[in-house]
């Protein structure tokens, strides 16, 4: 049973991306998603979006399971029972022909003679045991039959294999992402970061004749690198240097402006984004250019998190900004990659309203920033005088006026969009009356 409210489950309903990212991700990928949809759909539709996921795959006996769930029969039809002893058979030979190589190659002895050269290792491996390319691509092939079994351990061992020996650049690249699926699946992050490296580089540098083939490419190491940045400790920094890239930003403007959820998740989630740290060059330079995207793209995506950005840092309008906030509390417990960020996020969003009304006013009303951080009093209280004492902020709270006086000068974010709107106004009439004076010498 979900613990959401019908307005939360409206809220989560509403902005889940599941339809967004499925095109971009292997269906293998897109399970533990659907897994994490419970709280959102009944269970019989899950089980439906599971089948059907899985129907063409060699997972029979999870195949028919979940259609016992949709139908509430165990008749399973023929055709399922029947694909499963064909199934056993090809797992049977691919098993055999694969057997010679993979103990030759778990031999010490072929170990210790195999290097770095692929040319050598295969000619090395031809004259000594007889390896052909035929057996060669039939680890390719295993790996592929095992990943669509669903044994990830034995398809990443196969295709890492596999890619030591082929020399088939197609292949390699192929085998590289089912070894990056396998090892997201297995949770292995440290070796899913390796392997997305290493997509990165083939995306990044190789030649396309189609320049669409390459943004379709990046489009797909996007999605598929939320699984491993999100989980792990130093994923957020390595997701905004690769995201915040002139070519992946480019490819998320162009092709996919829902991954702006993540870009606003991860700079407000950083290190960067805490109350010690809102001056650092690093983290003003990637909030400048997140507003910048995020104002470039309100007509294309909008969701609470890019909302919360647009209301504080381009509306100046704090309500609206914790209205947001409110409702992106919602998106970051039922989005599958970012319920691990949630508390993270809250807390650095108060340090950043916080900023910026500081910046705006010089004198605050602890009744109102308490409002504009969704605190009661005596907690917005407590959380400003925290935020003064930890950064040393130059003001004072005078508990008899409830307010809390900035005693540094204060340049008015208001003051300078009244300036540069008189500047602009004065720029306007001036081309008016121009064009009014080369009318009448006209007339």
């Known amino acids: 049973m979900s613990d959401l409210t019908s307005q939360e489950l409206d809220i989560a309903r509403k902005y889940d991306l599941t339809p967004k990212v499925i095109p971009f991700l292997d269906r293998h990928l897109v399970y533990p998603i659907v897994e994490s949809l419970r709280d959102l759909y009944d269970d019989k539709a899950i089980a439906q979006l599971t089948f059907d996921l899985f129907k063409d795959t060699n997972m029979t006996s999870f195949v028919k399971e979940q259609w016992k769930l949709i139908n509430g029969s165990d008749n399973i039809p023929e055709e399922i029972t029947a694909k499963e002893i064909k199934i056993d058979e090809i797992f049977n030979k691919l098993n055999t022909e694969t ?7 778990q031999s010490q002895e072929v170990q210790d003679h195999l290097k770095q050269d692929k040319a050598f290792n295969r000619e090395y491996l031809e004259k000594s045991h007889g390896i052909t390319e035929d057996k060669i691509n039939a680890l390719y092939e295993f790996g592929q039959f095992q990943y669509n079994r669903g044994d990830y351990v034995m398809a990443s061992d196969l295709l890492s294999n596999f890619r030591v020996l082929s020399t088939n650049q197609e292949l390699v690249i192929s085998s590289t992402w089912g070894k990056l699926a396998s090892d997201i699946i297995r949770l292995d992050w440290e070796s899913s970061l390796k392997e997305l490296s290493k997509l990165r580089e083939v995306v990044d540098s190789r030649s396309f004749s189609n320049p669409l083939t390459q943004l379709h490419q990046r489009t797909w190491v996007i999605h598929w690198s939320l699984f491993p940045f999100f989980n792990n400790e130093n994923g957020l920094e390595q997701l905004l240097d690769l995201f915040f890239s002139s070519s992946y930003l480019s490819t998320i403007q162009a092709a996919s402006p829902w991954i702006l959820r993540y870009l606003v998740a991860a700079v407000v ?11 650092n060059p690093i983290f003003q330079k990637r909030l400048k250019d997140l507003i910048r995207v995020v104002g470039q793209e309100q007509y294309e995506y909008r969701d609470p998190l890019t909302d919360f950005i647009k209301a504080l840092y381009i509306d100046y309008d704090f309500n609206e900004a914790n209205a947001k906030l409110n409702e992106a509390s919602v998106i970051l417990k039922t989005d599958f990659f970012l319920s691990n960020i ?3 996020f809250i807390e650095n969003s108060r ?17 109102e920033i308490s409002k504009n951080l969704n605190l009661s009093r005596d907690e917005g209280e407590k959380w400003i005088a925290n935020l003064i004492r930890e950064t040393k902020m130059d003001a004072k709270i005078n508990e008899n006026e409830g307010t809390v006086i900035l005693n540094h000068p204060v340049n008015s974010v208001y003051q300078q969009v009244i300036e540069k709107t008189k500047g602009l106004s004065f720029k306007a009439n001036q081309i008016l009356a121009s064009a009014l004076q080369k009318q009448d010498s006209v007339q």
């Open 342 to 344: 949630s508390d993270i």
């Open 269 to 279: 989630s950083s290190e960067n984004s805490n109350k010690n740290n809102l001056s």
């Open 99 to 105: 057997k010679e190589l993979l103990d030759i190659l």
């Open 351 to 367: 340090h950043l309203i916080t900023e910026v009304y500081c910046r705006v006013h010089q004198k605050i009303n602890l009744n």
